[in-house]
């Protein structure tokens, strides 16, 4: 059976579809994936949650400004007018158009380090995740398997010299002492390496070259270090039939006519094949097989970090209209055991610490034997207790999901985990509250399959774990960069909120008209907010735990900074305002010097929004050239705007002589003061925590 998505590398041959679309077995896992509705990105939660409150703030306040305008007698017109400009004055129209350029930067930053994106939220959803189930082989290690042990049943133990793809090296008996007494069987063992093995390796312009399995690659190397070819084996004993590694079956076979004889060779994990089997070959002669002592051998490699392969032949007799299968494969010899090891990429370790100090946890998914997956997982430091390490089969015979859930509450390494098993895993995770990224939804770009990599809303091009924390450092710089924009809007529109409400409630005229408004927005808030969104990260990104899945964008200290920024930017306004009417200038005159003010205020308070702890004054400004040119040139647009008399005419402006324009920007400083003390204030009580 050729199943839909495996590729054919070379050859000729004639198949009968028998079945297409979701009723293959690619398509069931594609079903299972697909079918089931996706969370809803963290980031789309908590906007709709931000803007179902704006729209409820902007309501209510309209509704009462209105009340105290009519019960002071004022015009239906002038009320329309109000509700109109408060309207514009609180509601942040620039927020699309700069969440989108804030989720674009964090997508070009997240492809230089190796991170592809296909859906724009997603850039903020990485960096929301609390957890991260990573497969191992590629992703932990760098996915050169090398053959290092061979173990026989009686005892003998033989070391590999060589490393990676290349065949150089020796099969040792100890430090530089070869193995002749051991040649016959390590022959034998060999023979069935290279003969159950749909791989290639073979020299091409001076240079070893391959193709296949990283397993069928690596037996082939460790077969050629002992002198046994495949294609010479084949051709010395001629493939019958054969039974391909699957996954699930967890063993493969091949039948071969040797010596006029058939004769089936068979590798695959030990627990699959110790059923098979009934003797073990020894330099004096077969002597029966004890079961305990060859799994307590497996045991003893696993633990020490190699993934172990079982060998075994035997002879099988077959007619020509069989198919070979696991019932033919019986009364076998265990030949040994092969132990291979995939380095850990030198990077995966601090990577893994990174998340730790994130406040992210991290669990492994491999089909490997548990002891093989506790070693790497304690190498990275991702276990702590055995009890951690669960098994596929720990997973079936849970038989409800409240008995899952306990499971992956505290397990962080599952072994010999079935493809089907990780969406369970994954789903139980979000069930106990996770945000969950994991390698397979986060697809691999070399090693990950069509269904990983089309369901999947980011792919790794690297294969690399340090890559996804790259991902997770960029994607919460995006949501940092998404909350300063959020802060500079709706901080500016309370502030005009504050300003109108005072001018209502002392009744005076309105401080600025809706066009000026529209002109304030557009000028000041549509440059700065979109120059905001380019802000780079601030460096401790890593360094606190993941956003609780619960918590609104508008946390406490947002709130704390939109109600001091729009009071002391509102108050300030109003003052100057009310000055100005009061000293006899024109009602156009004071808003002319209002409005000046307030692009003044918002030049000066997009440097506060940088970094809701840190000083404006510890921000290089060239860090982000974009907002510094930006906001000169909002206020050289503004200025412009003066002295253009069509501009001028519509927005009701004119120019100010520079002493004006000097002691304006005095007082718009007033904001950049009161923020640095509430900065002070909110590191003393974070050091007192």
């Given at each position: 059976m050729g199943f839909a998505g495996t590729l054919v590398n070379r050859g000729r041959g004639r198949g009968v579809v028998a079945a297409t679309a979701?009723?293959?077995?690619?398509?069931?896992?594609?079903?299972?994936?697909?079918?089931?509705?996706?969370?809803?990105?963290?980031?789309?939660?908590?906007?709709?949650?931000?803007?179902?409150?704006?729209?409820?703030?902007?309501?209510?306040?309209?509704?009462?400004?209105?009340?105290?305008?009519?019960s002071q007698g004022m015009p239906l017109e002038e009320i329309f007018f109000l509700a109109v400009a408060l309207a514009v004055s609180v509601i942040p129209e620039g927020l699309p158009v700069a969440l989108t350029v804030a989720l674009a930067v964090g997508m070009r930053?997240?492809?230089?380090?190796?991170?592809?994106?296909?859906?724009?939220?997603?850039?903020?959803?990485?960096?929301?995740?609390?957890?991260?189930?990573?497969?191992?082989?590629?992703?932990?290690?760098?996915?050169?398997?090398?053959?290092?042990?061979?173990?026989?049943?009686h005892g003998e133990q033989l070391q590999i010299t060589g490393e990676g793809m290349s065949p150089e090296g020796e099969i040792l008996s100890g430090p530089g002492e070869p193995a002749p007494h051991?040649?016959?069987?390590?022959?034998?063992?060999?023979?069935?390496?290279?003969?159950?093995?749909e791989g290639f390796l073979g020299r091409r312009d001076h240079a070893w070259t391959h193709h296949g399995d990283a397993v069928d690659v690596a037996l082939l190397v460790l077969a050629h270090k002992a002198g046994v070819v495949k294609a010479e084996t084949e051709n010395s004993y001629p493939p019958i039939k054969s039974i391909p590694y699957e996954s699930e079956q967890g063993f493969s076979a091949n039948l071969n006519r040797v010596d006029g004889n058939q004769q089936a060779f068979v590798k695959g994990a030990l627990e699959r094949l110790l059923p098979m089997c009934d003797r073990i070959p020894t330099p004096s002669?077969?002597?029966?097989?004890l079961i305990e002592q060859a799994t307590q051998q497996a045991q003893a490699l696993a633990e020490q970090g190699y993934r172990v392969l079982a060998f075994a032949k035997g002879d099988v007799q077959l007619s020509e209209n069989e198919v070979l299968s696991r019932e033919h494969l019986t009364g076998l010899t265990l030949i040994g055991l092969v132990g291979m090891i995939d380095p850990l990429r030198p990077e995966a370790k601090a990577a893994v610490a990174d998340c730790h100090k994130a406040g992210i946890?991290?669990?492994?998914?491999?089909?490997?034997?548990?002891?093989?997956?506790?070693?790497?997982?304690?190498?990275?430091?991702?276990?702590?207790?055995?009890?951690?390490?669960?098994?596929?089969?720990?997973?079936?015979?849970a038989e409800t999901t409240e008995a899952i859930d306990r499971i992956t509450r505290d397990a962080r390494v599952y072994a010999r985990v079935e493809p089907q098993q990780k969406l369970e895993i994954v789903q139980s995770l979000q069930r106990n509250?996770?945000?969950?990224?994991?390698?397979?939804?986060v697809a691999m770009g070399e090693c990950g399959t069509d269904v990983a990599r089309e369901t999947a809303e980011l792919i790794i091009t690297d294969d690399n774990f340090a890559s996804i924390v790259a991902g997770v450092e960029e994607g919460r710089i995006a949501y940092a960069n998404v909350r300063k924009v959020i802060f500079l809007l709706i901080s500016t529109g309370a502030a005009e909120l504050v300003l109108f409400t005072l001018?209502?409630?002392?009744?005076?005229?309105?401080?600025?008209?809706?066009?000026?408004?529209?002109?304030?927005?557009?000028?000041?808030?549509?440059?700065?907010?979109?120059?905001?969104?380019?802000?780079?990260?601030?460096g401790h990104e890593l360094k606190h735990p993941p956003r609780d899945p619960k918590e609104s964008i508008f946390n406490r200290i947002m709130i704390e900074r939109v109600v001091v920024s729009a009071l002391i930017?509102?108050?300030?306004?109003?003052?100057?305002?009310?000055?100005?009417?009061?000293?006899?200038?024109?009602?156009?005159?004071?808003?002319?010097?209002?409005?000046?003010?307030?692009?003044?205020?918002?030049?000066?308070?997009?440097?506060?929004?940088?970094?809701?702890?840190?000083?404006?004054?510890?921000?290089?400004?060239?860090?982000?050239?974009?907002?510094?040119?930006g906001t000169l040139a909002a206020q050289l647009i503004h200025i412009g705007a003066m002295y253009t008399p069509w501009i001028s005419d519509v927005l009701g402006i004119q120019p100010v002589s520079p002493w004006n324009w000097f002691q304006l920007l005095l007082v718009a400083l007033s904001v950049l003061i009161a923020m640095e003390l509430q900065k002070i204030y909110l590191r003393r009580l974070s050091d007192k925590q």
């Amino acid at each position: 059976m050729g199943f839909a998505g495996t590729l054919v590398n070379r050859g000729r041959g004639r198949g009968v579809v028998a079945a297409t679309a979701l009723s293959t077995e690619l398509g069931a896992i594609a079903a299972a994936v697909l079918t089931k509705p996706p969370a809803k990105a963290p980031l789309l939660v908590r906007m709709e949650q931000f803007t179902q409150r704006v729209a409820i703030i902007v309501g209510v306040a309209a509704l009462l400004m209105a009340a105290v305008a009519l019960s002071q007698g004022m015009p239906l017109e002038e009320i329309f007018f109000l509700a109109v400009a408060l309207a514009v004055s609180v509601i942040p129209e620039g927020l699309p158009v700069a969440l989108t350029v804030a989720l674009a930067v964090g997508m070009r930053r997240m492809v230089k380090r190796h991170v592809i994106i296909r859906r724009l939220v997603a850039v903020e959803g990485l960096g929301s995740c609390t957890f991260i189930a990573t497969d191992k082989t590629g992703t932990l290690t760098v996915n050169q398997l090398t053959a290092k042990q061979l173990l026989f049943p009686h005892g003998e133990q033989l070391q590999i010299t060589g490393e990676g793809m290349s065949p150089e090296g020796e099969i040792l008996s100890g430090p530089g002492e070869p193995a002749p007494h051991l040649n016959d069987m390590v022959e034998s063992l060999c023979q069935t390496a290279v003969l159950a093995n749909e791989g290639f390796l073979g020299r091409r312009d001076h240079a070893w070259t391959h193709h296949g399995d990283a397993v069928d690659v690596a037996l082939l190397v460790l077969a050629h270090k002992a002198g046994v070819v495949k294609a010479e084996t084949e051709n010395s004993y001629p493939p019958i039939k054969s039974i391909p590694y699957e996954s699930e079956q967890g063993f493969s076979a091949n039948l071969n006519r040797v010596d006029g004889n058939q004769q089936a060779f068979v590798k695959g994990a030990l627990e699959r094949l110790l059923p098979m089997c009934d003797r073990i070959p020894t330099p004096s002669g077969p002597e029966p097989l004890l079961i305990e002592q060859a799994t307590q051998q497996a045991q003893a490699l696993a633990e020490q970090g190699y993934r172990v392969l079982a060998f075994a032949k035997g002879d099988v007799q077959l007619s020509e209209n069989e198919v070979l299968s696991r019932e033919h494969l019986t009364g076998l010899t265990l030949i040994g055991l092969v132990g291979m090891i995939d380095p850990l990429r030198p990077e995966a370790k601090a990577a893994v610490a990174d998340c730790h100090k994130a406040g992210i946890e991290v669990a492994m998914v491999t089909g490997d034997h548990p002891a093989t997956a506790a070693t790497i997982a304690r190498e990275l430091d991702l276990i702590e207790r055995p009890q951690q390490v669960v098994t596929g089969n720990q997973l079936k015979q849970a038989e409800t999901t409240e008995a899952i859930d306990r499971i992956t509450r505290d397990a962080r390494v599952y072994a010999r985990v079935e493809p089907q098993q990780k969406l369970e895993i994954v789903q139980s995770l979000q069930r106990n509250g996770h945000f969950v990224a994991v390698s397979g939804g986060v697809a691999m770009g070399e090693c990950g399959t069509d269904v990983a990599r089309e369901t999947a809303e980011l792919i790794i091009t690297d294969d690399n774990f340090a890559s996804i924390v790259a991902g997770v450092e960029e994607g919460r710089i995006a949501y940092a960069n998404v909350r300063k924009v959020i802060f500079l809007l709706i901080s500016t529109g309370a502030a005009e909120l504050v300003l109108f409400t005072l001018a209502l409630l002392t009744g005076l005229p309105l401080p600025l008209l809706a066009v000026q408004l529209l002109w304030l927005n557009l000028v000041t808030n549509g440059i700065q907010d979109v120059a905001l969104a380019f802000e780079p990260g601030e460096g401790h990104e890593l360094k606190h735990p993941p956003r609780d899945p619960k918590e609104s964008i508008f946390n406490r200290i947002m709130i704390e900074r939109v109600v001091v920024s729009a009071l002391i930017i509102g108050i300030a306004a109003f003052i100057i305002f009310q000055m100005l009417i009061s000293q006899g200038y024109t009602v156009d005159e004071a808003r002319n010097g209002t409005l000046l003010l307030m692009v003044l205020f918002e030049n000066i308070h997009v440097f506060n929004c940088r970094s809701e702890t840190r000083s404006a004054f510890t921000h290089n400004p060239l860090r982000n050239p974009i907002l510094l040119f930006g906001t000169l040139a909002a206020q050289l647009i503004h200025i412009g705007a003066m002295y253009t008399p069509w501009i001028s005419d519509v927005l009701g402006i004119q120019p100010v002589s520079p002493w004006n324009w000097f002691q304006l920007l005095l007082v718009a400083l007033s904001v950049l003061i009161a923020m640095e003390l509430q900065k002070i204030y909110l590191r003393r009580l974070s050091d007192k925590q």
